[in-house]
């Protein structure tokens, strides 16, 4: 009933997956004024959601409490046991498998729009519970997820749509003709396990969920437990659209759970999952490819992103570039530059050489105008989503004090509507390789900055690489003006495994990756073993059954 409806959109996103050039399914999201978000996520207050299969079990209460007001939002969901949500979704497989692939499809499309018209509310859930700034969750976490989610879907239709359903099939043996009645039937592997991180769900969480109902297994989410809400409106729809369509609505279900009490290890270990999706940590991640037992596992968690800088055309526009990436969401995305590397003579630019004093001290004064900026700190920075990662930050700031190489603390900005958000600017330290015993291993979350000494281009990228071989990346970034090194530098990233972005100098965020367009993680260093959305990303979630028959010629 939905599929037609959406046939159009379909067609172009998967016309747009195929050329990889620039379109977007979605108009833009007009963010809410502050006091209206609140409003939106106030009407939660008090509230139980059941997002699931009827259960005996009491509900929970999250931990949501807002990184901007320090007030807990005070919902509550409906938290089946490991056992419940499992047997649901083995009752819902079998409606499941028994629907077409255009139902399927048509559901997704369908949810995808619902999601998109009450974009305001779900921004206000976002950001109350991520800390993304409105902006962000309108964008990032808005239109841009939406299209991710959509290009995951395109992405299945298409690969689902290369198999025939019947053929007639004829070859001669001997002097016999023989004439075969074939059918071919994509089969799901099962129940699909979908774990969403805290400060940046959506992103993830739609290409995955979206990708399992395409290709046939049901979905259990699995949101932190600190950050639920915005996930949980979104599951809402989606099982909104499958009573529509007349297909049970565990199909999809929302497990919750709490930081003491988690039950993602145990729906993880259980035969019954069949897939796994995790973003999150490369503790828990490397822990769920070692122990997921009976499931394909697909991950993102984290690596350290460098930057190399060795040559610009305009310093002060690539200082601004690097500026406001380092403060993009305070530094806690997953594409957010952490390792940059200054050679010892300094960065060339057309104006001559500029010394690496100079440029630390520009990154720096860059830093403090978003800072001394509250409406634009605001939109940019956002604000931490966990208190944690404050605490964390200001240990670090402690310990590069007291050895002498903090540059620039995490200090915060005065917020225009929160004056008491969680907040934080970027830290600078400044280490030396050659001189420091060890440099922080793996990524530091949230807005810390290392400023590398290097002794010129060469041995930057030979640092830079040797991190991406250690402990991965997601994105990397390169500043040069020199053409043909930037195809050998471009070379040695790919040896590793990473991608390379070079020259990035524009309005749009360093770090922006575009749906349609950019594959999200390699699959090829220890950032993570998915890429958002290659095919791989859907092949390994179904198989084709077949059976033939014998008929006259």
């Not at 007349?246 to 145990?266: H, Y």
């Not at 259980?270 to 999706?277: F, S, V």
Request: glycine fraction near 8%.
């Amino acid at each position: 009933m939905f599929f037609e409806k959406h046939l159009d959109l379909l067609n172009a996103a998967v016309e747009a997956n195929r050329t990889r050039t620039a379109w977007t399914g979605f108009t833009p999201i007009t963010p809410p004024a502050a006091d209206q978000a609140e409003d939106l996520v106030g009407a939660y207050d008090g509230a139980t959601l059941q997002l699931s299969t009827p259960t005996a079990a009491a509900t929970i209460i999250a931990e949501e409490i807002s990184p901007y007001t320090g007030k807990a939002l005070n919902v509550a969901y409906g938290a089946p046991s490991a056992e419940e949500a499992l047997q649901a979704a083995e009752f819902a497989v079998v409606s499941l498998r028994e629907s077409s692939i255009q139902q399927r499809v048509g559901v997704c499309l369908e949810a995808l729009t619902r999601i998109h018209e009450r974009g305001g509310e779900f921004a206000a859930a976002t950001s109350h519970t991520t800390g993304q700034s409105l902006t962000m969750a309108c964008s990032g976490s808005g239109t841009n997820a939406l299209d991710r989610g959509l290009e995951g879907v395109a992405m299945a239709w298409a690969a689902l749509s290369r198999i025939p359903g019947a053929v007639t099939w004829q070859q001669t043996f001997g002097k016999t003709p023989v004439t075969l009645r074939k059918r071919f039937r994509p089969r799901s592997l099962g129940t699909a396990l979908v774990i969403a991180c805290a400060s940046f769900p959506a992103w993830n969480a739609y290409p995955a969920i979206l990708v399992n109902l395409v290709t046939g297994n049901p979905v259990l989410v699995k949101p932190h437990p600190r950050s639920v809400l915005g996930t949980a409106l979104a599951v809402g729809v989606i099982r909104d659209v499958l009573r529509e369509a007349g297909l049970p609505a565990d199909c999809v279900q929302l497990v919750v759970d709490t930081v003491e009490v988690p039950i993602a290890a145990r729906l993880a270990t259980d035969p019954a999952t069949r897939i796994i999706d995790f973003t999150g940590s490369p503790i828990f991640g490397d822990w769920l490819v070692n122990n997921g037992g009976n499931a394909v596992v697909y991950t993102e968690t984290a690596g350290v992103n460098t930057v190399v800088l060795d040559s610009v055309h305009d310093l002060s526009a690539t200082i601004r570039t690097l500026a406001g990436g380092l403060s993009l969401f305070s530094g806690q995305m997953c594409t957010t530059p952490q390792n940059i590397y200054i050679p010892d003579a300094g960065v060339h630019t057309d104006n001559g050489l500029v010394p690496r004093a100079e440029v630390i001290a520009a990154l720096t004064t860059a830093i403090d105008d978003l800072a001394g900026a509250p409406r634009r700190a605001g939109a940019v920075c956002g604000a931490l989503q966990s208190d944690t990662t404050l605490q964390s930050l200001r240990q670090l700031a402690d310990k590069a004090a007291a050895d002498g190489t903090l540059v620039r603390r995490p200090t915060p900005y005065e917020h225009p509507d929160y004056p008491h958000a969680r907040v934080a600017t970027p830290m600078l330290i400044r280490l030396d390789p050659r001189r420091a015993e060890h440099l922080p291993a793996g990524e530091q979350f949230g807005p810390v900055v290392f400023l590398i000494d290097c002794a010129d281009r060469d041995a930057a990228v030979a640092h830079a690489t040797d991190s991406v071989r250690r402990y991965g990346a997601i994105s990397s970034y390169l500043y040069c003006t020199d053409d043909t090194a930037v195809d050998s530098i471009a070379d040695a990233y790919a040896d590793v495994g990473a991608s390379l972005s070079a020259n990035l100098v524009s309005s749009m965020p360093m770090q922006y990756a575009a749906a349609y367009s950019d594959y999200h993680v390699t699959g090829l260093n220890p950032a993570g073993n998915a890429t958002l959305t290659d095919e791989s990303f859907i092949a390994g979630r179904f198989r084709v059954v077949q059976d033939r028959r014998q008929v006259e010629g």
